[in-house]
């Protein structure tokens, strides 16, 4: 049987090799593969071999079988091919799946708001985000030494200036943004800053060291608190539907004079109190507030001709609470099984 087997084999792979087209293909398929073909009556009658032939003549059967399949379809793609008028094609099978990548929710947020913010007639401007000490705190009205500096844990970048004080940080927000804008453009003004911000932070599900910010500035004659309720009213309508509310609870910043944060009504329980607003029907997103004069000053722009207004909302908590991600760790862990299921 063993011989019958190599027999087989040999004749089959002889065929193969002359065979010119599907139909002579299909002969082979037919002789030797097929359910009643030679292989199958070989294998078949391994049923009446002692325990021990079977297991042997078994195993080379099947391997035998293998080889051969394996070598019909490919001599199957190569003829398929050539064989011009009988291209071995199944049009009717669904096509291959090609992996797309996707973006990152951040991006997908960001992108919204830039659409909403340049279809208002801002522009998007960007700043580094190794800052320096000036940018970052000071010329936003807060200077070395003062408590407000307390309100962000902030990365120092080992490089000193000439007195010896600290001159670089990774920026904790992109507020240093506002001045280097005004610097830039001068007034009138509007625009937006997207970008990554970095604190040192214990990390946990809600703290991250790194994460995104939108900072925003509108700057002109007569900008007053209405002009940015009204402003962030069109945002939270944007971001969570048209039947969203505003808030807005006074905050202390040291860069705006009124300070306050916005909040809006729970996009999931539409303000009736659930988990992800703790109850309370609202949610904290954007930090806001009118341009404090001495912030207008550093940017080159005279507060007695201009104001201006500026809010800053949480890029990654956005995207925390738009698709209900739970630990914001998972946005820069890299975890695939993270990143491929949003
Ligand atoms: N920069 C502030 C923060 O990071 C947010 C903010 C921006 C507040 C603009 C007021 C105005 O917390």
Redesign the pocket.
């Known amino acids: 049987m063993k011989n019958r087997l190599q027999a087989i084999r040999a004749e089959f792979l002889d065929k193969l090799k002359q065979a010119q087209n599907l139909d002579n293909l299909r002969e082979i398929e037919l002789k030797y593969l097929s359910r009643k073909g030679e292989l199958s009556e070989v294998m078949h009658n391994l049923k009446d071999l002692s325990l021990e032939l079977k297991k042997e003549l078994g195993e080379l059967a099947n391997n035998i079988k293998k080889e051969l399949e394996n070598s019909f379809e490919e001599t199957k793609k190569i003829i398929g091919i050539k064989d011009d008028n009988k291209v071995f094609v199944d049009i009717t099978l669904p096509g291959e799946k090609v992996d797309r990548g996707h973006l990152n929710p951040i991006t997908v947020i960001q992108r919204e708001m830039e659409d909403l913010f340049t279809s208002l007639g801002f522009i998007i401007a960007d700043g580094p985000e190794l800052e320096s000490d000036y940018f970052n705190f000071t010329a936003l009205n807060i200077p070395p030494l003062h408590p407000a500096r307390d309100m962000q844990d902030t990365f120092y970048v080992d490089s000193k200036n000439s007195d010896g004080t600290l001159d670089l940080v990774m920026r904790?927000?992109?507020?240093p943004v506002q001045v280097r804008t005004m610097k830039k453009f001068g007034a009138p003004l509007k625009a937006v800053i997207p970008g990554r911000c970095f604190r040192n932070e214990a990390t946990d599900a809600r703290h991250e060291h790194t994460f995104y910010?939108f900072?925003g500035i509108m700057i002109d004659k007569n900008i007053n608190f209405a002009n940015l309720k009204s402003l962030l009213e069109i945002v939270g309508k944007k971001l969570f539907g048209p039947n969203t509310k505003l808030r807005m609870r006074p905050k202390f910043?040291p860069?705006?004079e009124p300070?306050n944060n916005g909040e809006y009504t729970c996009f999931l329980c539409e303000g009736k109190g659930c988990r992800v607003c703790k109850n309370t029907g609202w949610l904290e997103i954007v930090?806001?507030?009118l341009v404090h004069p001495d912030v207008l000053r550093a940017g080159g722009i005279d507060p007695e001709q201009y104001s201006g207004l500026?809010?800053?909302f949480g890029l990654t908590r956005l995207a925390m609470l738009k698709y209900g991600v739970n630990d914001v760790r998972a946005f820069n862990s890299g975890d695939l099984k993270f990143l491929e299921q949003i």
Do not use: L, M
Not at 172 to 175: D, K, P
């Open positions: 904790t927000h992109t507020s910010q900072e910043y860069f705006v300070g930090g806001a507030g500026a809010f800053g």
